[in-house]
């Protein structure tokens, strides 16, 4: 077997972001400082989500100091609503140049933000828009973790209460900086680790550190084929870590943390909803005791095939019932405002390159 995918263990030299220290290295900047300043400054910026320059209780020119050593790394390009407000999404420019993506996203019994782990993605699925624009870097604790700050300042006051780290890139080639992020979250921001879900294409490495890891937090895998013929040409990693092998690691992941693992199919017409399609992906499924979220397609421009009519993505779950799999529709927000993943990014490129160094 090839060497592993797992990536982001370094990257070219970055500016100090705001929300990229630990709490010992915040410690470290305020050293000539009383004790009690990192505590202000750590609960400000991360349980309170505040401005630096809105800390109250710290004074005034050590605030102006923190803002100009610690900037914000995201600097707001487009913001797009839709769904009457329910679904908001932002394209944010980093520092570089390039750019990523936030959806925030408001539900009955919930609110979620789904999280940019990279700037682009080198998995190269072709009917993903973030996939077919390619991989610019890898995002730092700070850029992931500020973008949970931003969207929960945007949505109060209503809680955010779920993360998905389901935006652009591959998390578990990023996966030191992910799992910092994840950890930053459950522990200062108070989101539940049980809310909090990974997807991954299938990095079999990336699948077995987290099985390891204290957090119970959930696992999903972008399947899309159950059968490595098809898998792989809809996702190409699939020619290195094929399903015997994905089944073999999530199985782990669920003996360890004694979680339900979640399959994503995004549902394309003539391509991963026929009748041999149901027939593969519940014995897959019901092997692992895994729950199917069944996703039409958002329609991309580089991906011309459309997603599956929404009657016969009805008619696919329950197909699948019937054999005794366990599956939902997951409702599709904000096809207006290009909402899938990659497509605001794609867009402005056309018009607007990154920098490169």
Not at 36 to 56: F, M, T
Request: charged fraction near 25%; hydrophobic fraction near 40%; aromatic fraction near 6%.
């Amino acid at each position: 077997m090839s060497s592993p995918v797992i990536l982001g263990r370094s990257h070219r030299e970055a500016p100090t972001l705001r929300y990229d220290p630990t709490r010992a290295e915040l410690a470290q900047l305020l050293a000539d400082e009383p004790s009690y300043r990192v505590d202000q400054v750590w609960a400000g910026i991360h349980k309170h989500g505040a401005e630096i320059e809105d800390l109250s209780n710290v004074p005034k020119a050590l605030r102006a100091r923190l803002a100009e050593e610690l900037p914000l790394g995201l600097t707001p390009e487009h913001e797009s609503v839709s769904d009457d407000g329910e679904t908001v999404k932002w394209l944010w420019r980093l520092h570089d140049g390039h750019h990523i993506e936030t959806v925030l996203m408001h539900y009955d019994d919930r609110t979620t933000v789904c999280v940019s782990s990279q700037a682009g993605c080198a998995m190269a699925c072709g009917f993903c828009a973030t996939g077919q624009s390619g991989f610019d870097r890898h995002l730092s604790v700070g850029e992931i973790v500020e973008q949970v700050v931003r969207a929960r300042r945007q949505s109060a006051p209503r809680r955010v209460s779920n993360i998905v780290f389901m935006g652009m890139g591959e998390p578990f080639a990023n996966y030191d900086r992910t799992w910092s992020a994840v950890e930053r979250l459950n522990h200062d921001l108070g989101i539940g680790a049980r809310h909090i879900t990974i997807s991954t294409v299938g990095v079999i490495p990336g699948i077995e550190r987290l099985a390891d890891e204290s957090l119970p937090v959930n696992l999903a895998v972008s399947l899309h084929s159950a059968n490595d013929a098809d898998r792989d040409a809809l996702v190409p990693l699939n020619k290195r870590y094929p399903l015997t092998d994905l089944a073999q690691a999530c199985a782990r992941y669920i003996a360890a943390k004694n979680r339900r693992l979640s399959f994503e199919w995004a549902l394309i017409d003539g391509v991963n909803d026929r009748p041999s399609d149901v027939d593969e992906l519940a014995n897959y499924a019901r092997s692992l005791r895994a729950h199917i979220n069944l996703i039409p397609l958002n329609p991309t421009p580089g991906y011309l095939t459309q997603g599956t009519p929404l009657d016969r993505v009805y008619a696919f779950r329950a197909a699948l019932e019937e054999r005794g799999a366990n599956a939902t529709v997951r409702r599709t927000r904000g096809t207006e405002i290009d909402a899938a993943c990659g497509q605001l990014r794609a867009s402005r490129r056309l018009v607007d390159p990154p920098r490169r160094r």
